[in-house]
């Protein structure tokens, strides 16, 4: 029987990753966000000064850019089913790459929707912007401001593909933790 797929997401700098993390220290198995290392390396190739509000101006061809993530997200998918984890969960997953298509206003096919809708998730969590929290590092391009809009595609296109989002409440990344775990009856 395949695992119960569960996607973290929401806008950047939400936590996801630190509580994806923690969750890998409880013993669940967890997929990283895998963009980190396409636009590491696609930042080494260019030099572009206006990477920090968009990490894709430097990115020669942003649909082929977005075909390899969401290529990326669909081996994640598929190979969660090779593990014998009752529960495996996802820092990002496919729906978010149509969510940031549709933020920098970039057309795509619907290989793209198709995708979205043929495989799905089981559950999904939502992590809120949260200001205090925050920071732009390295291969963080956005502003606040930024990622509190691209929060608001992310959402709503969840929602529009039919997923109820579990919204996680500020708190230590502990916290955070444990409110998933028992929001979805995950007991460890």
């Known amino acids: 029987m395949p695992p119960k797929k569960i996607v973290i997401t929401g806008g950047p700098g939400t936590g996801k990753t630190s509580v994806v993390n923690s969750l890998m220290s409880k013993g669940f ?24 509000s968009n990490p894709l101006v430097f990115v020669q061809d942003p649909h082929d850019f977005n075909t390899r993530l969401l290529q990326g997200r669909m081996e994640q998918y598929h190979r969660a089913n090779i593990h014998e984890a009752p529960v495996v969960f996802y820092d990002r997953g496919i729906p978010d790459v149509l969510a940031y298509m549709n933020y920098f206003g970039q ?43 691209i929060h608001g595609h992310l959402e709503k296109t969840y929602l529009q593909l039919g997923y109820g989002p579990v919204v996680v409440p500020k708190g230590s990344i502990q916290e955070r933790t444990e ?10």
């Open 107 to 149: 057309a795509y096919t619907s290989y793209f929707e198709q995708a979205c809708k043929e495989l799905r998730y089981d559950e999904v969590i939502l992590l809120p912007p949260w200001k205090e929290i925050y920071r732009a590092d390295a291969e963080r391009f956005e502003t606040f401001e930024e990622a509190v809009a």
């Open 29 to 52: 198995t967890c997929f990283e966000e895998i963009i980190r290392s396409l636009t590491s390396a696609a930042k080494d190739k260019e030099n572009h000064t206006e990477y920090r």
């Open 179 to 188: 409110y998933i775990i028992e929001a979805l009856k995950l007991y460890t």
